[in-house]
């Protein structure tokens, strides 16, 4: 298991190294929506997944074929996400596909059906179990009794030997002491964690009562100042500590999460987003998009525009940057930032060593 991933991220590696040299637009990491339906009401979701009845879900020979033809695009990482995508029946086939054509298979998932499909998530190289804090919190944001299975989930996906990863929602509620909960949760049980806040979103249903909702200025860049002191303590924390420095300078209101390069200040230095150049995201209804940030204001899709087209296609229209965390730190990472690559070899490595271990408390 430790030399197939090496051998993954190496070649991973070797793949983004190429795209560069070449200045060539490549899909390395792929986020594909399996299903529209999820089994949670998260309030605050994006995805307006309990509205989406009416969209037709890929059969798997569409998800078999559209696995392929990202792999010829140049794919190296697949991320299977939904809705819950463990509500699908024919995943053991997507993820052996994926496999046999060398992808990394990783999985974002609510955590609350692993007990039942232990099959399907013995086979992934990686997944992410969201998870907001402590049963008060969490149950408050997932749904009553959420947050117990979900730790089942989590203790069993480990207990696999997978390398786990908890992603935790900030919402106005969010206090130190959760976080301090979820740090103490995963450095006792081998884990990294991720912190995001949720977003604005332009609706692409009748969202009903999952609205959106805005953390407080001042609040927000406290959480991400607390976050980067956290990891500087060495906090299990997966994003860098210069991705949340820069998320908490972020030189705009917060309501305004996308800016234009005329827009920024000349003091706030920035990486250059290659969201649409090196990672798409293509949503469960077709739509495709560079990240999550053009929820609802699709470009192409895939039904109707094919995948490659609909790739290539793909523009940020004059979007440099954001404040998410995640794509900060993604961003980092393509820019090849010595700190974040540091981070990315240290974090490897660490979990590596507590895959080996498989052992959880």
Not at 1 to 18: C, D, G, I, P, S
Not at 167 to 185: C, K, M, R, Y
Not at 206 to 230: A, M, T
Not at 311 to 317: A, E, F, P, V
Request: aromatic letters at 10%; charged letters at 25%; hydrophobic letters at 35%.
């Amino acid at each position: 298991m430790q030399f197939k991933r090496l051998k993954q991220n190496l070649m991973f590696v070797n793949a983004l190294f190429m795209a560069k040299l070449a200045k060539r637009r490549i899909p390395l990491v792929a986020i594909l929506g399996v299903t529209n339906r999820c089994n949670l009401k998260c309030w605050y979701c994006y995805g307006e997944h309990p509205y989406r009845g009416d969209c037709r879900e890929f059969t798997t020979e569409e998800l078999l074929e559209i696995v392929r033809k990202l792999y010829q695009l140049g794919t190296q990482i697949l991320q299977l996400q939904g809705g819950e995508p463990l509500l699908r029946n024919d995943l053991k086939a997507i993820i052996a596909e994926a496999h046999r054509l060398g992808m990394v298979c990783d999985m974002v998932t609510n955590g609350t059906l692993i007990p039942q499909k232990e099959e399907i998530i013995r086979l992934l190289d990686r997944i992410c179990i969201s998870l907001d804090g402590p049963a008060r919190v969490n149950d408050r944001n997932r749904g009553e009794g959420s947050h117990a299975k979900i730790i089942e989930g989590i203790k069993l996906a480990r207990s696999y030997g997978l390398s786990v990863r908890i992603s935790s929602v900030l919402v106005p509620e969010t206090t130190e002491e959760d976080i301090d909960w979820l740090v103490n949760f995963a450095r006792q049980n081998n884990l990294l964690l991720n912190f995001s806040p949720s977003f604005n979103f332009t609706a692409n249903f009748n969202p009903g009562e999952f609205q959106p909702h805005v953390i407080s200025e001042d609040k927000l860049r406290e959480i991400f100042r607390y976050l980067k002191q956290l990891k500087l303590k060495n906090a299990p924390i997966q994003f860098s500590a210069a991705g949340y420095e820069i998320a908490r300078r972020w030189p705009f209101t917060y309501e305004k999460r996308m800016a234009t390069q005329d827009e920024f200040p000349v003091n706030f230095h920035h990486p250059k987003c290659y969201h649409g150049d090196y990672t798409v995201f293509i949503d469960s209804d077709g739509s495709v998009y560079p990240c999550c940030n053009f929820w609802g204001r699709p470009q192409w899709n895939i039904r109707k525009d094919g995948l490659e087209k609909s790739i290539k296609g793909l523009s940020r229209h004059s979007c440099r940057a954001c404040y998410i965390p995640a794509y900060i730190d993604r961003n980092l990472l393509f820019s090849g930032r010595p700190g974040a690559w540091g981070n990315y070899i240290i974090q490897n490595l660490k979990d590596l060593i507590w895959t080996k271990r498989s052992g959880i408390n």
